[in-house]
C-alpha cells in the first residue's frame, strides 16, 4: 500500500511539474514587445496561452550577448523571442523547433527625419543594443565600413540617434515610436526605406517541449481576435506597406 501510494505521489509530481516551464527572455527593456517583468505585447501573449493550458511560466531574463547559448547555460524550457534566422554561433540551432509566427515586425534603419535617403555606405555609425546581431549591416561591419555604437539601454540608443551621436539605428520601429513618445521626440526618428529593410517575425522556440509547441500553434489559430486586439493596445505597426 505505501508502494502504491510512492508510485501515485511520483506520477503526480512528474504530472504537476510537467505543467511547469522556464520561458528564457531578453534582459533589456524593449516595449512594446518585451520588457519583463512589466506587462508587454510578448508577457500578455505568453500568459493568456499559459492559462488557457492550466501551465505556470516563469520567465527568466537572461543576457541579450549570451542569447545563442541559453539553451546551454540555463536551464530553460522554451526561448522567446526566437527566429530561424537567428542562427549565429548556435550549435543547437539543429535541434530547436519554432512555433507558427506570433506578430510580424520591421527590420529596418530608423534615421532623424532630416536625414532620409543617404545611401548605405554614407551610414558610418549604426547604434544598438548591446548584443543583438544586425544582420542586414554584417557586410559594412565586416569591411569597416561602418561602426557598431551598442548600449544596454534602448532609450540611450534612441536618444543618440535624436541629438545626432549615431547616423541610423538598429530598433525595431515600435519600440522606437515608444520611446520616442516618453522624450516628446515623436515623428523625430522614421524608418529610411532607402536602406536595408525587411519583414520578420517572432516564434516560440524549444528542444524538449514540441508537444506544447503544437498546442501554442493551435492556440495562435484560434485566437486571431485576441491577436489583433493585442497589436492595437500595444500600438504595434502594421507592416504590409513593407512586404
Request: proline fraction near 5%.
Amino acid at each position: 500500500m505505501k508502494l502504491l501510494f510512492l508510485i501515485l505521489a511520483i506520477s503526480i509530481g512528474w504530472a504537476t511539474s510537467a505543467k511547469e516551464y522556464i520561458i528564457g527572455v531578453q534582459n533589456t527593456s524593449y516595449f512594446p514587445l518585451y520588457d519583463f517583468p512589466n506587462p508587454s505585447h510578448t508577457k500578455e501573449l505568453l500568459d493568456a496561452f499559459a492559462s488557457y493550458k492550466g501551465y505556470t511560466f516563469t520567465y527568466v531574463s537572461l543576457p541579450v550577448k549570451r542569447t545563442n547559448y541559453w539553451y546551454q547555460e540555463n536551464a530553460i524550457d522554451f526561448k522567446y523571442p526566437d527566429n530561424t534566422r537567428w542562427t549565429n554561433g548556435r550549435s543547437v540551432y539543429p535541434l530547436l523547433k519554432f512555433s507558427l509566427p506570433t506578430v510580424e515586425l520591421l527590420a529596418a534603419a530608423m534615421v532623424p527625419i532630416d536625414k532620409v535617403g543617404r545611401k548605405r555606405d554614407e551610414i558610418k555609425l549604426l547604434g544598438t543594443i548591446f548584443g543583438f546581431h544586425p544582420t542586414m549591416w554584417l557586410d559594412l561591419l565586416e569591411t569597416g565600413n561602418t561602426k557598431l555604437v551598442e548600449s544596454p539601454s534602448t532609450l540611450n540608443v534612441v536618444k543618440q540617434a535624436v541629438h545626432g551621436y549615431v547616423d541610423a539605428i538598429n530598433i525595431e520601429p515600435n519600440v522606437v515610436n515608444h520611446y520616442l513618445r516618453l522624450l516628446n521626440q515623436e515623428g523625430a526618428l522614421v524608418v529610411d526605406k532607402s536602406l536595408p529593410y525587411e519583414v520578420y517575425t517572432y516564434h516560440l522556440s524549444t528542444i524538449r517541449y514540441p508537444d506544447v509547441l503544437k498546442e501554442f500553434d493551435q492556440f495562435l489559430l484560434n485566437n486571431q481576435a485576441f491577436l489583433e486586439q493585442l497589436k492595437a493596445k500595444y500600438k504595434i505597426l502594421d507592416v504590409s506597406e513593407y512586404k
